[in-house]
């Protein structure tokens, strides 16, 4: 089948980049031919993109890398202006969130878009489309398809809560206008369906939601020994030193993979976006309990992004014992990423809690703790599982709601334990996985938002990694996540939303487990 895909961004790094590249990867395994639109300058890279579509003068123009084409990604040419959800760095965009844009940007925006896949609807005959995000890829197909190609909407967190749900009175016609001609809207979890349907009051909207969360690559994505793991880790920091050396970069990424050893280490991720929404802040405050308990643990930062100065600036005070410090960077908030001032509520109570001997003993304690944080900087999606295969645990401390917790379900897959905050999509994998281990271990894998967050996550991981049986623990969680989660079957589920099929996809069920 000829499957149109509409993303309009990157194709690795975090969340929506990573689901539409797995899907696309998945389509090409399947036997479909895949029309996939992105604006990641570097598509050619991929491993399952075989050609390359640019448009010059207003032609578009094909650049076959391999034969059969199976996979084309194409560039559509919006200019230097990339609408985003979240702040963030593009290179070679001038990246803005959507509320900062004007209504002739937007519509410029939107109408490059509508022109291009024109094009390549003329020149491939998709069969099916799926429109990623609330705004504006539904409606861009919308507009270009005018009822002609069956399509659905996958919902992704990010264009729902960060842009449509606050600035509903602008944004919400877009969403509407898109939502309107698809067959299937697809949600990663009840808590995004649930949001979507209070955001957007249309009749006839939850009849056509279905649940169909994000898949896990089982075969890259599963556990090795830790002289495996150790070996991987080192290709991997061999292989940053030269693209440092050849292309200029992090240099910090291969000496934080250097630093870490899973033969001799006890190893706990973090893996996301650098931002507060992430609750990243939270991790880092609790590692020096960690610590103290487990003196060989050592914390690994994945990732990057507009808070990544300020986390760092909490490390260095923490180090030097400069609580005072630590406590203004709570109060700080979103101020230090360049977002509104306010305070980091969970971050200042735990602050404001250590006193006397408490407080002494978290300041002894964190000067050799903070010595056992690394940051990596960005890391490509396709070198994740070398990561986590080398961890014990990932954390997962959003104070945002996430549509569906996809790294949960890889660190499970890979062996490690898997502890995130209990709300939103994050709950719903936790439920998921619970199952696979003992009842007096199924609270090891989530904790509560609130005053005590920061030793909530401190006392599950010194839990975990002081438990004796983690070995069959691990290969008992893995199992089960491998069975749950696939990327082959999401791609089936795709393509039955776009043309209707929605019996053959698990409707909406609230807790009860009744029909929502």
Request: proline share 6%; hydrophobic share 45%.
């Amino acid at each position: 089948m000829r499957v149109l895909l509409f993303h309009g961004y990157l194709l690795r790094g975090t969340g929506s980049n990573i689901y539409n590249a797995s899907l696309a990867r998945s389509m090409v395994r399947l036997g479909h031919e895949v029309h996939l639109f992105c604006q990641d300058q570097n598509a050619a890279e991929a491993d399952f993109v075989d050609a390359v579509g640019r448009w010059t003068a207003g032609e578009l123009h094909l650049e076959v890398l391999r034969r059969p084409v199976r996979c084309t990604a194409y560039l559509p040419p919006i200019g230097e202006l990339l609408p985003v959800y979240v702040a963030d760095r593009y290179e070679g965009f001038d990246a803005r969130p959507y509320p900062l844009l004007t209504e002739a940007e937007i519509e410029g925006y939107i109408a490059a878009n509508v022109a291009a896949v024109r094009d390549v609807v003329a020149a491939s005959a998709p069969q099916v489309a799926l429109a990623n995000h609330l705004v504006m890829g539904p409606v861009i197909l919308a507009r270009a398809l005018g009822g002609t190609v069956p399509y659905a909407v996958k919902i992704h967190g990010s264009a729902l809560e960060y842009t449509v749900r606050p600035n509903l009175a602008r944004f919400g016609g877009y969403a509407r206008e898109g939502l309107a001609a698809a067959n299937g809207v697809l949600a990663g979890s009840r808590h995004t369906a649930k949001s979507l349907w209070d955001t957007i009051d249309e009749p006839g909207l939850p009849a056509r939601t279905r649940l169909l969360p994000p898949g896990v690559d089982v075969e890259r994505f599963r556990p090795r020994s830790p002289d495996e793991a150790a070996e991987r880790l080192g290709r991997l920091a061999d292989q940053m030193d030269l693209v440092t050396a050849t292309w200029g970069g992090d240099a910090n990424a291969a000496k934080a993979l250097r630093a870490i050893d899973p033969r001799r280490d006890r190893i706990v991720s973090y893996l996301g976006k650098l931002i507060v929404s992430k609750g990243v802040d939270l991790l880092v405050a609790a590692w020096p309990l960690v610590t103290a308990r487990v003196p060989d643990a050592r914390l690994l930062m994945i990732g990057f992004g507009t808070y990544r100065e300020a986390l760092g600036e909490l490390v260095r005070v923490l180090g030097v014992g400069d609580l005072a410090a630590a406590r203004a960077i709570a109060a700080g908030g979103r101020e230090l990423e360049g977002g509104p001032p306010g305070e980091l509520r969970y971050l200042a109570e735990f602050f404001d809690g250590l006193r006397g001997a408490r407080r002494d003993d978290y300041v002894a304690a964190a000067a050799t703790a903070m010595s056992r944080v690394h940051f990596t900087g960005r890391v490509e999606h396709e070198d994740v599982p070398d990561l986590l295969s080398a961890s014990e645990a990932l954390v997962v401390p959003s104070t945002f709601p996430e549509a569906f917790g996809m790294v949960v379900a890889e660190a499970a897959c890979c062996g490690a334990l898997p502890l995130s905050a209990a709300h939103s999509g994050l709950a719903e994998v936790t439920a998921a996985l619970a199952p696979a281990l003992d009842e007096d271990l199924r609270s090891l894998l989530s904790f509560d938002l609130g005053p005590d967050a920061v030793e909530q996550i401190a006392d599950r991981l010194v839990r975990w990694l002081t438990y004796d049986d983690r070995g069959q623990v691990t290969k008992t969680l893995s199992e089960s996540a491998r069975g749950q989660f696939g990327w082959e079957r999401i791609a089936e589920g795709v393509i039955n939303a776009a043309l209707g099929r929605l019996g053959e996809l698990p409707p909406v069920v609230d807790e009860t487990g009744l029909r929502a």
